[in-house]
Protein backbone atom coordinates (compact mmCIF):
# COMPACT_ATOMS: atom_id res chain seq x y z
CA UNK A 1 0.00 0.00 0.00
CA UNK A 2 0.90 3.63 -0.20
CA UNK A 3 0.44 7.30 1.64
CA UNK A 4 0.43 10.26 -0.88
CA UNK A 5 3.18 12.97 -0.38
CA UNK A 6 0.31 15.72 -1.03
CA UNK A 7 -2.15 16.61 1.91
CA UNK A 8 -5.39 14.99 1.33
CA UNK A 9 -8.74 16.74 1.85
CA UNK A 10 -11.51 15.42 3.90
CA UNK A 11 -14.75 16.13 2.99
CA UNK A 12 -17.25 16.33 5.37
CA UNK A 13 -21.22 16.58 4.31
CA UNK A 14 -23.92 16.51 6.90
CA UNK A 15 -20.99 14.59 9.19
CA UNK A 16 -20.25 12.50 6.83
CA UNK A 17 -16.34 12.70 5.81
CA UNK A 18 -14.70 11.74 2.11
CA UNK A 19 -11.31 11.74 2.16
CA UNK A 20 -7.81 11.52 4.09
CA UNK A 21 -4.80 8.87 3.62
CA UNK A 22 -5.69 5.69 2.35
CA UNK A 23 -7.00 3.80 5.96
CA UNK A 24 -7.94 6.97 8.07
CA UNK A 25 -11.21 7.06 7.19
CA UNK A 26 -13.37 4.46 6.33
CA UNK A 27 -15.10 4.06 2.70
CA UNK A 28 -18.86 6.31 2.07
CA UNK A 29 -20.60 3.24 0.65
CA UNK A 30 -23.69 5.49 -1.45
CA UNK A 31 -26.63 2.77 -2.89
CA UNK A 32 -29.15 3.88 -5.41
CA UNK A 33 -32.82 3.99 -4.59
CA UNK A 34 -35.66 4.67 -7.14
CA UNK A 35 -33.45 4.01 -9.97
CA UNK A 36 -34.57 3.51 -14.06
CA UNK A 37 -36.23 -0.15 -13.39
CA UNK A 38 -36.48 -0.19 -9.98
CA UNK A 39 -39.11 -2.73 -8.87
CA UNK A 40 -40.75 -0.92 -5.82
CA UNK A 41 -41.56 2.65 -8.73
CA UNK A 42 -44.85 2.40 -9.98
CA UNK A 43 -44.96 5.57 -11.62
CA UNK A 44 -41.60 7.18 -12.01
CA UNK A 45 -42.87 10.25 -13.21
CA UNK A 46 -45.33 11.05 -10.58
CA UNK A 47 -43.21 9.33 -7.67
CA UNK A 48 -45.36 6.51 -7.00
CA UNK A 49 -43.43 3.55 -5.26
CA UNK A 50 -44.17 1.09 -2.25
CA UNK A 51 -42.89 3.14 0.42
CA UNK A 52 -42.79 0.14 2.92
CA UNK A 53 -40.42 -1.33 0.48
CA UNK A 54 -38.73 1.64 0.35
CA UNK A 55 -38.01 1.91 4.02
CA UNK A 56 -37.35 -1.43 4.56
CA UNK A 57 -34.36 -1.01 1.73
CA UNK A 58 -32.79 2.62 3.58
CA UNK A 59 -33.16 1.02 7.20
CA UNK A 60 -31.32 -2.04 6.21
CA UNK A 61 -28.19 0.15 4.36
CA UNK A 62 -28.27 1.80 7.80
CA UNK A 63 -28.07 -1.10 9.78
CA UNK A 64 -25.06 -2.28 7.81
CA UNK A 65 -23.47 0.97 8.44
CA UNK A 66 -23.97 0.80 11.81
CA UNK A 67 -22.61 -2.79 11.88
CA UNK A 68 -19.53 -2.07 9.51
CA UNK A 69 -18.21 1.34 9.97
CA UNK A 70 -18.81 2.28 6.71
CA UNK A 71 -21.15 5.18 6.32
CA UNK A 72 -23.91 4.99 4.27
CA UNK A 73 -24.57 7.81 1.40
CA UNK A 74 -28.64 7.32 0.22
CA UNK A 75 -28.25 8.01 -3.72
CA UNK A 76 -31.75 9.37 -5.38
CA UNK A 77 -32.38 8.75 -8.90
CA UNK A 78 -35.76 10.98 -9.83
CA UNK A 79 -36.89 11.08 -13.52
CA UNK A 80 -38.83 14.36 -13.07
CA UNK A 81 -39.00 16.86 -10.22
CA UNK A 82 -42.91 15.98 -8.57
CA UNK A 83 -40.77 12.24 -8.54
CA UNK A 84 -38.35 13.56 -6.90
CA UNK A 85 -40.30 16.05 -4.33
CA UNK A 86 -41.73 12.99 -2.99
CA UNK A 87 -38.83 10.55 -2.90
CA UNK A 88 -37.06 13.83 -0.67
CA UNK A 89 -40.30 14.09 1.99
CA UNK A 90 -40.14 9.99 2.19
CA UNK A 91 -36.10 10.73 2.67
CA UNK A 92 -36.83 13.00 5.29
CA UNK A 93 -38.79 10.53 6.87
CA UNK A 94 -36.55 7.32 7.43
CA UNK A 95 -33.04 9.01 6.41
CA UNK A 96 -30.85 11.57 8.51
CA UNK A 97 -28.04 11.53 6.97
CA UNK A 98 -26.30 12.88 3.33
CA UNK A 99 -27.77 12.13 0.27
CA UNK A 100 -26.70 12.50 -3.24
CA UNK A 101 -29.56 13.79 -6.09
CA UNK A 102 -29.18 12.70 -9.84
CA UNK A 103 -31.39 12.36 -12.93
CA UNK A 104 -30.64 11.71 -16.57
CA UNK A 105 -32.63 14.86 -17.35
CA UNK A 106 -30.34 17.98 -16.92
CA UNK A 107 -33.34 20.03 -16.59
CA UNK A 108 -34.66 18.18 -13.77
CA UNK A 109 -31.10 17.82 -12.13
CA UNK A 110 -31.26 21.75 -12.74
CA UNK A 111 -34.49 22.21 -10.93
CA UNK A 112 -34.06 20.44 -8.03
CA UNK A 113 -31.20 22.59 -7.07
CA UNK A 114 -34.27 25.35 -6.24
CA UNK A 115 -36.21 22.43 -4.79
CA UNK A 116 -33.50 21.23 -2.35
CA UNK A 117 -32.73 24.93 -0.88
CA UNK A 118 -36.60 25.18 -0.62
CA UNK A 119 -37.29 22.52 1.52
CA UNK A 120 -34.23 23.46 3.47
CA UNK A 121 -31.58 20.53 2.29
CA UNK A 122 -29.41 22.15 0.86
CA UNK A 123 -26.26 21.00 3.44
CA UNK A 124 -26.90 17.42 3.45
CA UNK A 125 -27.67 16.86 -1.17
CA UNK A 126 -24.80 16.04 -2.96
CA UNK A 127 -25.35 17.09 -6.80
CA UNK A 128 -24.53 14.67 -9.17
CA UNK A 129 -22.91 15.48 -11.16
CA UNK A 130 -20.50 18.80 -13.03
CA UNK A 131 -19.69 17.06 -15.89
CA UNK A 132 -18.10 17.89 -20.04
CA UNK A 133 -22.47 18.27 -20.46
CA UNK A 134 -22.90 21.23 -18.04
CA UNK A 135 -24.12 23.43 -20.27
CA UNK A 136 -24.04 27.51 -19.29
CA UNK A 137 -28.48 27.45 -18.50
CA UNK A 138 -27.21 24.38 -15.95
CA UNK A 139 -24.33 26.56 -14.65
CA UNK A 140 -26.73 29.22 -13.88
CA UNK A 141 -28.79 26.94 -12.00
CA UNK A 142 -25.40 25.56 -9.85
CA UNK A 143 -24.45 29.24 -9.29
CA UNK A 144 -27.82 30.22 -7.74
CA UNK A 145 -28.28 27.82 -5.36
CA UNK A 146 -27.40 26.80 -2.05
CA UNK A 147 -26.24 23.67 -2.46
CA UNK A 148 -22.28 23.52 -2.52
CA UNK A 149 -21.33 19.95 -2.36
CA UNK A 150 -21.15 17.95 -5.75
CA UNK A 151 -19.55 14.72 -8.06
CA UNK A 152 -17.33 15.86 -10.79
CA UNK A 153 -17.22 13.67 -13.63
CA UNK A 154 -14.18 13.10 -14.94
CA UNK A 155 -15.31 11.47 -18.06
CA UNK A 156 -13.75 12.91 -21.36
CA UNK A 157 -14.81 11.07 -24.75
CA UNK A 158 -12.64 13.14 -26.88
CA UNK A 159 -9.09 11.69 -24.81
CA UNK A 160 -9.87 8.39 -23.01
CA UNK A 161 -7.75 7.43 -20.64
CA UNK A 162 -5.99 8.85 -17.19
CA UNK A 163 -4.50 11.73 -18.35
CA UNK A 164 -7.77 12.91 -20.67
CA UNK A 165 -9.37 12.54 -17.70
CA UNK A 166 -7.34 14.60 -16.04
CA UNK A 167 -7.20 17.48 -18.17
CA UNK A 168 -11.04 17.61 -18.37
CA UNK A 169 -10.28 18.45 -14.66
CA UNK A 170 -7.88 20.87 -14.57
CA UNK A 171 -8.46 23.18 -17.55
CA UNK A 172 -10.93 21.70 -19.74
CA UNK A 173 -8.27 19.57 -22.42
CA UNK A 174 -9.92 19.98 -25.83
CA UNK A 175 -13.28 20.13 -24.92
CA UNK A 176 -14.19 22.82 -22.40
CA UNK A 177 -12.75 26.38 -22.23
CA UNK A 178 -11.90 25.84 -18.09
CA UNK A 179 -11.28 22.78 -15.99
CA UNK A 180 -14.36 21.52 -14.17
CA UNK A 181 -12.67 21.78 -10.71
CA UNK A 182 -12.49 25.48 -11.42
CA UNK A 183 -15.59 25.93 -13.14
CA UNK A 184 -16.98 24.37 -10.19
CA UNK A 185 -15.14 26.09 -7.36
CA UNK A 186 -16.56 29.24 -9.78
CA UNK A 187 -19.70 27.98 -8.63
CA UNK A 188 -19.27 28.29 -5.51
CA UNK A 189 -19.12 24.06 -4.57
CA UNK A 190 -16.69 23.70 -1.57
CA UNK A 191 -17.31 20.34 -1.21
CA UNK A 192 -16.08 18.29 -4.17
CA UNK A 193 -15.62 14.68 -4.92
CA UNK A 194 -13.99 13.35 -8.04
CA UNK A 195 -15.90 10.40 -10.45
CA UNK A 196 -13.81 9.44 -13.15
CA UNK A 197 -16.76 7.76 -15.04
CA UNK A 198 -16.73 4.34 -15.42
CA UNK A 199 -16.71 3.00 -18.86
CA UNK A 200 -17.70 -0.92 -19.88
CA UNK A 201 -15.96 -3.82 -19.75
CA UNK A 202 -13.01 -3.75 -22.64
CA UNK A 203 -13.17 -0.50 -23.17
CA UNK A 204 -11.24 0.81 -20.50
CA UNK A 205 -12.79 0.28 -17.49
CA UNK A 206 -9.98 -0.62 -15.45
CA UNK A 207 -8.32 3.11 -15.83
CA UNK A 208 -11.17 4.29 -13.55
CA UNK A 209 -8.43 2.39 -10.97
CA UNK A 210 -5.24 3.86 -12.06
CA UNK A 211 -7.06 7.21 -12.01
CA UNK A 212 -7.91 7.09 -8.21
CA UNK A 213 -4.16 7.10 -7.30
CA UNK A 214 -3.20 9.85 -9.92
CA UNK A 215 -6.00 11.81 -8.84
CA UNK A 216 -5.46 12.11 -5.32
CA UNK A 217 -1.98 12.12 -5.73
CA UNK A 218 -2.31 15.40 -8.19
CA UNK A 219 -5.25 16.82 -6.49
CA UNK A 220 -5.72 15.70 -2.95
CA UNK A 221 -9.46 15.52 -3.27
CA UNK A 222 -11.47 12.96 -2.41
CA UNK A 223 -12.12 10.05 -5.47
CA UNK A 224 -14.51 6.86 -5.83
CA UNK A 225 -16.60 5.58 -8.82
CA UNK A 226 -19.43 3.57 -9.99
CA UNK A 227 -17.07 0.73 -10.22
CA UNK A 228 -20.46 -1.29 -10.25
CA UNK A 229 -20.91 -0.43 -13.91
CA UNK A 230 -17.84 -1.95 -15.65
CA UNK A 231 -19.70 -5.26 -13.91
CA UNK A 232 -23.12 -4.27 -14.99
CA UNK A 233 -22.31 -3.94 -18.37
CA UNK A 234 -20.27 -6.93 -19.02
CA UNK A 235 -22.10 -8.91 -21.52
CA UNK A 236 -20.28 -12.36 -20.83
CA UNK A 237 -21.47 -12.14 -17.18
CA UNK A 238 -25.29 -11.34 -17.89
CA UNK A 239 -26.02 -15.04 -18.82
CA UNK A 240 -24.35 -15.95 -15.55
CA UNK A 241 -26.03 -16.57 -12.01
CA UNK A 242 -26.43 -13.65 -9.72
CA UNK A 243 -24.03 -14.90 -7.23
CA UNK A 244 -21.32 -14.95 -9.97
CA UNK A 245 -22.35 -11.28 -11.10
CA UNK A 246 -22.87 -10.69 -6.72
CA UNK A 247 -19.21 -11.92 -6.48
CA UNK A 248 -17.80 -9.91 -9.40
CA UNK A 249 -19.53 -6.71 -7.88
CA UNK A 250 -17.65 -7.22 -4.27
CA UNK A 251 -14.58 -7.70 -6.19
CA UNK A 252 -14.49 -4.86 -8.59
CA UNK A 253 -15.62 -2.70 -5.31
CA UNK A 254 -12.61 -4.17 -3.38
CA UNK A 255 -10.21 -2.97 -6.12
CA UNK A 256 -11.73 0.24 -6.68
CA UNK A 257 -11.06 0.66 -2.33
CA UNK A 258 -7.48 -0.92 -2.54
CA UNK A 259 -6.68 1.69 -4.80
CA UNK A 260 -7.55 4.72 -2.68
CA UNK A 261 -11.05 5.17 -2.86
CA UNK A 262 -12.58 7.14 -1.01
CA UNK A 263 -16.50 6.40 -2.01
CA UNK A 264 -18.28 4.08 -3.96
CA UNK A 265 -21.14 4.09 -5.95
CA UNK A 266 -22.14 0.57 -5.55
CA UNK A 267 -25.30 0.92 -7.51
CA UNK A 268 -29.02 -0.66 -7.16
CA UNK A 269 -29.53 -0.40 -2.95
CA UNK A 270 -29.93 -4.20 -2.80
CA UNK A 271 -26.17 -4.66 -3.37
CA UNK A 272 -25.33 -3.35 0.21
CA UNK A 273 -25.99 -6.84 1.37
CA UNK A 274 -22.50 -7.73 -0.40
CA UNK A 275 -20.96 -4.23 -0.42
CA UNK A 276 -21.10 -3.31 3.15
CA UNK A 277 -19.41 -6.60 4.01
CA UNK A 278 -16.26 -6.18 1.04
CA UNK A 279 -15.61 -2.53 1.81
CA UNK A 280 -14.90 -2.99 5.53
CA UNK A 281 -12.84 -6.08 4.59
CA UNK A 282 -11.11 -3.84 2.24
CA UNK A 283 -10.89 -0.70 4.54
CA UNK A 284 -9.51 -3.36 7.51
CA UNK A 285 -6.72 -4.65 5.12
CA UNK A 286 -5.82 -1.60 3.91
CA UNK A 287 -5.32 0.03 7.31
CA UNK A 288 -3.23 -2.66 8.61
CA UNK A 289 -1.31 -2.20 5.63
CA UNK A 290 -0.15 1.09 5.97
CA UNK A 291 0.23 1.18 9.64
CA UNK A 292 4.02 1.14 9.40
CA UNK A 293 3.27 4.61 7.54
CA UNK A 294 1.80 6.39 9.98
CA UNK A 295 -1.57 6.61 9.56
CA UNK A 296 -4.27 5.72 11.70
CA UNK A 297 -7.87 4.66 11.31
CA UNK A 298 -10.23 6.74 13.21
CA UNK A 299 -12.22 5.43 15.88
CA UNK A 300 -15.29 4.26 13.72
CA UNK A 301 -13.17 2.93 11.28
CA UNK A 302 -14.46 -1.35 10.62
CA UNK A 303 -10.94 -2.44 12.05
CA UNK A 304 -12.06 -1.09 15.47
CA UNK A 305 -15.75 -2.72 15.18
CA UNK A 306 -15.03 -6.20 13.09
CA UNK A 307 -11.78 -7.79 14.18
Not at 31 to 55: K, L, N, S
Not at 162 to 182: H, S, T
Not at 226 to 246: E, T
Request: net charge negative.
Amino acid sequence: MFRFKNEQTIVNVAGVRFGGQPGELPTVLCGTIFYQGHRIVEDDERGIFDRAAAERLVLRQSELSSETGCPFVLHIYARTVPALRKYLDFAEEVWSGPFIVDSAERSTRSLALSLLSELGYADKAIYNSISIATDDAEARALLENEVDSAIILAYNPGEPGVEGAMRILENGGQVRDEGLIPLAKRLGFSNILIDPGVVPMGSGAGSSLRFSVVAKSRLGLPVGSGIHNAVSSWQWLKDRMKSNRSCCDAAAACMQLAMGGDFLLYGPIESGEVIFPAAAMADILVAEAVRDLEVYPEATHPIFRLV
